[in-house]
């Protein structure tokens, strides 16, 4: 038999390379980190149609009386509603929103309300107030009481005394009139006077132009049992002066002036 010539045969195995699977250290989305923003929730914008719910934006400066005094300047659109602003002074101060209440001009603003409704103007001043302050509802009947410029004299009971009469002494009851309460004092307004100093209380008096607002602390101070080194007097934002006389604040009738603990005065909005 013949031998037969088989070609080698080969079998070419195709060698398949393993991938390499390489594991990356950056995450495939990174998150980035939150920043508190001191911008109202509906203040954001959102393309071109950026804040327009929150209507035209103001600056405003916004000085805390909770704590160790400190003032920001906020740009806030006024239909921006007073809750979401509380918020966002929450975060800025390190307060909780149930910690204070703000007021603007003597006024309480409503946490329900929207900032625009209080007539707020750039540059205008708006107050951070302790909560426990806050909302005190008049009393049943709606009005504050006037109080009379002369107050007369308490009739105490007739006692018969030994002692002739020449010898008896009648006290006289403090006055609620500062001391230059006469004509020279000029023309009178009714203001009312709203402490925050301890329990809530408001007074309304009836003050000369021209009274220096020493004497009408020194009134105050009778009238709600305190110092008058335990407060300052505020209008409209403004500290007032104790050498100047009441009229230099543009006070009107019915104008609500607040006695702020002394240990908040004096800052300047940065």
């Known amino acids: 038999m013949s031998e037969e010539n088989f070609d080698d045969l080969k079998l070419e195995e195709e060698e398949t390379e393993p991938k390499v699977e390489i594991k990356s250290k950056t995450p495939v989305s990174s998150a980035p980190a939150a920043v508190v923003s001191k911008t109202p929730a509906s203040g954001k914008s959102a393309g071109k149609s950026a804040g327009k719910s929150a209507g035209a934006k103001k600056n405003i400066f916004f000085k805390s009386t909770v704590g160790p005094e400190r003032t920001e300047k906020l740009s806030i659109g006024m239909g921006t509603p007073v809750s979401e602003v509380k918020n966002t002074l929450a975060n800025i101060f390190g307060l909780s929103p149930e910690d204070f209440h703000l007021s603007h001009a003597g006024r ?37 009481e006037d109080f009379e410029l002369e107050e007369e ?118």
């Open 108 to 144: 309480t603003i409503d946490d329900t309300a929207k900032i625009g409704e209080y007539n707020v103007e750039n540059g205008d001043e708006i107050l951070l107030i302790p909560q426990s302050t806050a909302g005190g509802e008049e009393e049943e009947g709606g009005e504050f």
């Open 153 to 270: 004299e308490e009739v105490k009971p007739v006692i018969k005394s030994k002692t002739p009469a020449a010898a008896k002494t009648v006290s006289k009851p403090v006055s609620k009139t500062p001391a230059s309460g006469g004509a020279s004092a000029g023309p009178k307004k009714n203001i009312f006077f709203k402490s925050t100093v301890g329990p809530e209380r408001t007074e309304k008096l009836a003050i000369g132009s021209r009274t220096p607002i020493r004497e009408v602390k020194e009134t105050l101070a009778n009238i709600f049992g305190l110092s008058p080194e335990d407060f300052h007097l505020s209008h409209a934002g403004r500290t007032m002066d104790e050498a100047s006389p009441i009229g230099d604040y543009n006070v009107e009738n019915g104008d609500e002036i607040l006695l702020i603990p002394q240990s908040t005065a004096g800052a300047k909005a940065c």
